[in-house]
């Protein structure tokens, strides 16, 4: 076995696989114990040392699998993920670049990349936005048709909301969220009582309707990329019934051959 193959199978062990979640999990716990003032003032130097120890051994983790790897490496997206994140954190964190401090949390998100589910879980969402992007078209216009009727009917009325079409887009944006909306809904109401129409199917069309439809994309997408746990086992089952029934007609195809006579035999097995 090549270095390289040793290399690999480390890497693809469970115990190494397993020993990098409790990293970035402990490393994601530590950095949000160094927001405490508390934490630091006692514990800080430890904190720190465990960041850098965390750091030290996400790097060697990346070029173990570069060496592992080779050309390999790059040809998949987790390991760009992965890459750009420890890069990120190797940028010194000190005059211009000071702000890169805050995204060391980014590493959390290794998490992505290292659980399996979570993977499956993220490909199902990117394979759902060409769906999404759909129905965010719809939303989109939805609510800019709704904003400018508002405007129109409820500008005079409610200004501090409905005065000009930016403000009602984000009044109109924040009702679909179901943020105080029946407080919006009753200033407009003292003026204009039928004005409960206009918000009960505004929130119909826009929160009912369009956004459930993302909750159906994403399950259908779901469903396509992983097959849950009974279709999997029918599957299974199915294999083998398959492989049973081939089987029996085997043998039933050796029972007749032995029960014709020679001369209907085929000639090979005179």
Do not use: H
């Not at 999404?132 to 048709?145: D, K, Q, R």
């Amino acid at each position: 076995m090549s270095g390289q193959e040793r290399v690999r199978a480390v890497l693809e062990s469970s115990l190494v696989q397993r020993t990098i979640i409790a990293i970035i999990v402990v490393n994601a716990v530590t950095i949000g114990c160094e927001t405490s003032a508390y934490l630091m003032e006692r514990v800080g130097g430890l904190l720190y040392a465990i960041d850098r120890i965390a750091l030290a051994i996400f790097t060697a983790e990346i070029a173990a699998r570069l060496y592992a790897y080779r050309g390999r490496f790059f040809a998949d997206p987790w390991n760009w993920f992965d890459a750009v994140i420890v890069a990120v954190a190797l940028v010194p964190a000190s005059g211009p670049t000071s702000v890169l401090r805050a995204l060391r949390i980014l590493r959390a998100l290794r998490l992505v990349s290292a659980v399996p589910s979570m993977r499956r879980v993220v490909g199902a969402l990117l394979a759902a936005v060409p769906g999404m992007a759909s129905i965010i078209g719809l939303l989109v216009l939805m609510i800019y048709i709704a904003a400018v009727i508002a405007t129109k009917l409820f500008g005079d009325i409610v200004p501090e909301r409905f005065d000009e079409l930016p403000r009602s887009l984000f009044t109109l944006f924040q009702i679909m969220t179901g943020d105080d909306w029946g407080n919006v809904a009753q200033e407009v109401m003292e003026d204009k009582p039928w004005a409960w129409i206009f918000f009960i199917v505004y929130i119909l069309m826009s929160t009912f309707v369009a956004l459930n439809l993302f909750i159906a994309v994403v399950v259908n997408a779901m469903n396509d990329v992983e097959p849950s746990r009974a279709e999997a086992a029918a599957g299974t089952e199915l294999e083998s019934v398959r492989q049973e029934l081939a089987a029996v007609n085997a043998k039933l195809d050796q029972l007749l051959m032995r029960e014709r006579p020679p001369e209907l035999r085929p000639q090979a097995d005179r």
